[in-house]
C-alpha cells in the first residue's frame, strides 16, 4: 500500500451539511454519537464529489469527532472496523472483489484475474497507473446467489467470469457505466434460465 498525503483540513459541504441536519434530528439530545457511521460515509462521498476519490482522511475523522462530541479514537475505531471506509485514496471505480467460498466456487478467481489483467495491478488496495481503478478484497457482499459478485463504488455486477469483467473495465475505461446486476440477464435471483415456480398467477374462481 503506497502512502499518500492527508489533507490539511476539511469541512462538510452545503450539501452534506443538508443530510447532516436531517440525521441528527433523529437522535436526542446526548445521543448524538450515533450518528458516526452515516456522517462518515457523508464525509467519504463528498471527498469523492471534490476529488474524484471517495475516501475519509484523519481530518475528516477528526471534524466528525468534534461535532458529535466523541473522542477521535471512536471515530477511528468505527471507520477502520467496516470494508465500506476507505482510510486511503481509490481510483476513480473502487473494484471490490469478493473471493469467499460462494464466489470462489462460482470462478470469482477468473474475476480477479481479469481484472489484474485489465488494469495492471498486481496487488490488493492498489490503484492503476492512470488512477482509475483500485482493487479491494472484501469479505461476503451477500449476493451469494448470483456469485461471482464484482461490486464498483456501490453497485453489485453479478454472474461475472473473465469475458463480462473484462468487457465491464473496458466500458468503464472509455467512461461508459453499464446498467448493474446480473450481466447474464437472470430475473433478480431466479435460477439459472429462469423461474421454475410460481410462473403464472393463479387465482381461486368466485
Known sequence: MTEHAEPASFA???ESEAKITKVMAKYPA???ASAVLPLLDFAQRQMGRVTGSA???KVAMDEIARRLEMAPIRVYEVATFYFMFN???VGKYHLQLCTTTPCWLRGSDDVVAACRKATGIKGWKETSEDG????TEVECVGACVNAPILQVN???????DAES?????AALRRGEYPTP????????SAPEGGATTLTTLNFPAE
Do not use: I
Not at 456501490?154 to 461475472?160: A, G, I, K, T
Not at 469483467?165 to 473495465?169: A, F, G, M, N, V
Open 12 to 14: 462538510f459541504d452545503a
Open 30 to 32: 446526548g445521543k448524538q
Open 55 to 57: 475516501w475519509v482522511p
Open 87 to 89: 482510510m486511503a485514496p
Open 132 to 135: 482509475l481503478f483500485t482493487m
Open 154 to 160: 456501490d453497485d453489485f455486477f453479478e454472474d461475472m
Open 165 to 169: 469483467t473484462e468487457k465491464l473495465l
Open 181 to 188: 446486476g446480473s450481466v447474464t440477464g437472470r430475473q433478480t
